[in-house]
């Protein structure tokens, strides 16, 4: 069923995942690089954890076990001294895959584009949902192209007990990360979906569990297109889809394994398609964007149609007897100002 909107302005919104999204590999590389650590090591020590965890009867998530472990490294020493500045900095050392960053502006652009040619004001925002780490995208070439990014945070100088007492001036001093912030894991990400939907983020007065009425909401979910790498995403998949909205599933040029994942997810209906993580304006990736684009601005085109047919009551009109008795109702006087506003080329919305 169309919406009931006779408005012209309104927002879109492409969300993307980080790692193996708009990276090639993980984004903590240049971090392990520049610290000297075994980067594999790391990660089988990190993948072995819930195992080891679970046998002490203690629960961990999958997905952010890892920030411990970080913060393990930082307190034993190989990453001593790891601070929130660094991992920004280390952001800028991050590669990027083909096609990114500019296809956030091209894509921007695009919309704006499709949507002047139907009379409608289109904004097409970028945010970023990630399981890593919020600073080194903060730090990363993509982060003054996007609306918004949400990621995993840490604290470098805890508040001890009693900090309200205390000298402010020894509260301000930076120290090495040692706790964690926020913590994101793939179904939290769907808390930052609706956040985005809602218009959380945009204003602090609505809360993300507040009622919001769908006609209400900032971005409605048929308006955004989620793009991931695989199966962790299926929670966000789900929201976004079952709200109307697109998803889409990318993999690793030459990884066989990463498209034939991809293949199941569309064949279960998780996402709406697939293809390589290269974003470049020639590539296959960039104009199946560019087409649920159009998709989404025809939908918002054709709801007006309906909404202003609907909803927009006709002008009164003159009312003449005719001479076997029946009224008849005529058409207002058209002048020379009113056949053009009438003209196919400038239709009129009165």
């Not at 046998?55 to 930082?74: A, E, P």
């Not at 007006?304 to 003449?320: D, E, G, K, L, M």
Request: charged share 25%; proline share 6%.
């Amino acid at each position: 069923m169309l919406s009931q909107d006779i408005r012209t302005h309104h927002t879109l919104a492409c969300i993307w995942d980080f790692d193996k999204t708009l990276t090639p590999g993980y984004m903590q590389t240049p971090l392990f690089r520049e610290y000297g650590i075994d980067e594999q090591a790391f990660w089988t020590e990190v993948n072995r954890l819930p195992e080891i965890y679970a046998r002490q009867g203690i629960h961990v998530s999958k997905d952010t076990v890892y920030l411990n472990h970080l913060l393990s490294y930082v307190k034993n020493g190989p990453l001593k001294g790891l601070s929130n500045k660094k991992l920004r900095e280390l952001g800028a050392q991050v590669p990027l895959c083909p096609g990114v960053p500019e296809v956030f502006d091209k894509l921007r652009a695009y919309a704006k584009k499709i949507g002047e040619e139907l009379n409608l004001d289109i904004d097409l925002e970028h945010y970023i949902v990630s399981t890593g780490l919020a600073e080194m995208i903060r730090g990363s070439a993509v982060a003054e192209h996007v609306d918004g990014i949400y990621g995993c945070e840490f604290i470098e100088q805890p508040l001890p007990p009693h900090y309200t007492e205390q000298d402010e001036l020894a509260l301000e001093l930076p120290s090495e990360i040692s706790q964690i912030g926020v913590m994101v894991d793939n179904t939290i990400k769907t808390r930052f979906i609706f956040e985005i939907n809602k218009g959380s983020n945009k204003n602090p007065e609505i809360d993300v569990n507040a009622v919001v009425r769908a006609q209400d909401r900032r971005v409605p979910f048929e308006n955004m297109v989620y793009i991931a790498d695989g199966p962790s995403d299926v929670p966000v998949f789900s929201v976004v889809r079952k709200g109307g909205g697109f998803a889409y599933a990318v993999y690793s040029e030459n990884k066989r394994a990463e498209r034939r994942q991809n293949d199941t997810l569309q064949e279960s209906k998780r996402v709406n398609g697939y293809g390589p993580n290269d974003y470049r304006d020639t590539g296959f990736t960039y104009d199946w964007l560019c087409m649920r684009l159009e998709d989404m601005v025809a939908r918002i085109d054709k709801a007006r149609s309906f909404a202003v047919a609907s909803n927009v009551a006709q002008p009164p009109r003159h009312i003449h007897e005719r001479t076997d008795g029946n009224a008849r109702t005529a058409a207002p006087s058209v002048g020379p100002m009113d056949e053009a506003k009438s003209s196919p080329e400038q239709p009129s919305l009165l």
